[in-house]
């Protein structure tokens, strides 16, 4: 677990990255978006997140860091915010069996290659994005 320097370090590093790799923003979800998505053969990081989850705050910060050093993230997956308060109860968050806000599942065909639920840990948040690499 990195130290509370070494993420002020990482963060402050993380400013003086060129804006041309800065991670796009994640896409909003709408009913059918992640099917149509998966139907396409994309893979897909479905973050299941409400605004006034702290948890979801710190997954989404390292999310995001993570995706502004490695562009490989953003060329291999596409990122989908899903809304707790408005989609928690949908027919994706229960067919998905989403326990839930502050899940994190990787989403490939038919296949669910990982999940995390309340981690916000940026090793494990990093393993998960790098089984949509592989």
Partial sequence: MPTRRQFIIGAAALGLLPLGRAAQAMIDYTPGLVTERLAAGETVLADFSAEWCSTCRAQERVITALRAANPAYD?????????????????????????????????????????????????????????ALA
């Fill in 75 to 131: 060329a291999s997956m596409t990122f989908v915010k899903i809304d707790w308060d408005d989609h928690g109860s949908g027919a994706l968050s229960q067919s998905l069996r989403i326990p839930r806000r502050s899940t994190l599942v990787l989403l490939r065909g038919d296949q669910e290659l990982g999940r995390l639920v309340a981690v916000t840990a940026e090793p494990e948040i990093r393993a998960l994005l790098d089984r």
